[in-house]
């Protein structure tokens, strides 16, 4: 009804921000704000909202911590451990050890992967098919190549001695 | 760590304000440039410089009391062994808070712990009570009950910060809690002023809309009836 855009929402938005700081909150200092409150039902009520949420914390306990020359003590020490572990020998090695180990969890992983996979997959491995049509030994025995005769005379033992020399 | 001398001259002397303040910067740079040569003493002093506004946002962020000197001291030898890439554009100060807040968002995670408060056994009343514990009254002579009060108040919030996300969360925490302005706060999260008061102003709208919903579902209240 008066016009106000979302620009202009958000621009007091942070105005209205700044008047929680204040304590106690006022919106009298910032008669635009007041203003534009007056016409905008939804800034008012998120400036009713905000205000619910500032007086929330206001009697929050704030936290405990002392500080102490302990504390700097403990600090300054534990910079100390760190440095000596950064400049220890050993340290040098350490990125190299990570490395390996990670390499050898990967390699295992990658190994066991493959080897699942080829147990599982691989049709090289796999037990070959049962023979389940009816075949007469004749036939099976056909498919394999017959055992050379045995030599019956001595030249024929020669000859396949000649044979074997000539790479038959 | 090598050891060198203390860093030649003191805290500056105060003259007008914004003169002290320059001269604390100057001071305080020095200081990191001294540190950043490997100089512990001038870091120590950088320590004890932001000792307590350092517990003060971690302390606000974390709120267990055991944990939060062991996360700001973390913070610290992390900053420490950092330093030599820390190139002066921002003040110490505001590097510093931003690892710190980063340091507990990795608390949160690392632990994956949602702070362990429960208030679900609290009756409308005590819930409505809380709202109207008296704004600013800081001092020695609060009652037991007053502090009782208090402390069941920190519980719903911390409940209630729970539903926002940690960068509003944080910059919450930080205002209300740890007393940083918003120009330190913009700093540390790099976001511009204007932004961080329109996110903080919505987040308390959100922080409302949670408390309202707790209200609503808490049995035996007429609204939820």
């Known amino acids: 009804m008066f016009g106000w855009n979302e620009k202009d929402c958000y621009n007091y938005q942070a105005r209205m921000e700044d008047c929680l700081g204040a304590a106690p909150i006022a919106i009298e200092p910032d008669p635009e704000l007041a203003a534009h409150l007056r016409g905008c039902g939804k800034c008012r009520e998120a400036f009713t909202a905000a205000e619910r949420s500032a007086r929330l914390f206001a009697g929050v306990e704030k936290p405990d911590v002392q500080p102490s020359e302990a504390f700097v003590t403990r600090v300054m020490a534990s910079i100390r451990e760190a440095e000596a572990n950064l400049s220890a020998p050993a340290a040098v090695w350490r990125p190299l050890e990570v490395l390996a180990s990670r390499f050898a969890l990967v390699s295992a992983v990658v190994l066991l992967a493959l080897s699942v996979f080829l147990g599982e997959f691989s049709p090289a491995l796999r037990q070959p098919d049962v023979v389940t049509s009816t075949t007469t030994g004749a036939e099976v025995s056909s498919d394999w190549p017959e055992p050379p005769a045995q030599p019956a005379t001595q030249d024929e033992v020669l000859m396949s001695l000649v044979d074997v020399d000539n790479g038959i | ?225």
């Open chain 2, 1 to 225: 760590m090598r050891s060198v001398p203390k860093v030649e001259g003191k805290q500056p002397l105060a003259g007008s304000r914004t003169e002290a303040r320059a001269a604390e910067a100057d001071y305080e740079r020095r200081l990191v440039r001294e540190a950043q040569n490997g100089n512990a003493a001038a870091y120590e002093e950088l320590v004890r410089i932001h000792q307590p506004r350092l517990l003060a946002v971690v302390g606000g962020i974390l709120r267990r009391n055991q944990d939060v000197e062991d996360v700001a001291q973390q913070v610290l030898v992390k900053a420490y062994l950092s330093l030599k890439r820390f190139d002066l554009r921002s003040a110490f100060g505001t590097w510093l808070y931003k690892i710190a807040v980063n340091e507990c968002w990795d608390y949160f995670r690392k632990k994956k712990v949602r702070r362990m408060v429960y208030e679900a056994d609290l009756s409308e009343e005590q819930l409505r009570q809380m709202e109207v514990v008296p704004a600013h009254t800081g001092g020695a002579s609060r009652s037991r009950e007053d502090a009782a009060a208090r402390a069941q108040q920190r519980q719903l919030l911390d409940r209630l910060l729970d539903e926002l996300d940690e960068t509003d969360r944080s910059m919450l925490v930080m205002k209300e809690v740890s007393g940083f302005t918003v120009e330190e706060i913009s700093e540390v999260f790099g976001l511009n002023v204007n932004t961080v008061k329109v996110r903080m102003f919505r987040a308390r709208g959100r922080l409302v809309e949670a408390y309202e919903r707790r209200l609503k579902t808490r049995p035996g209240s007429p609204r939820n009836s």
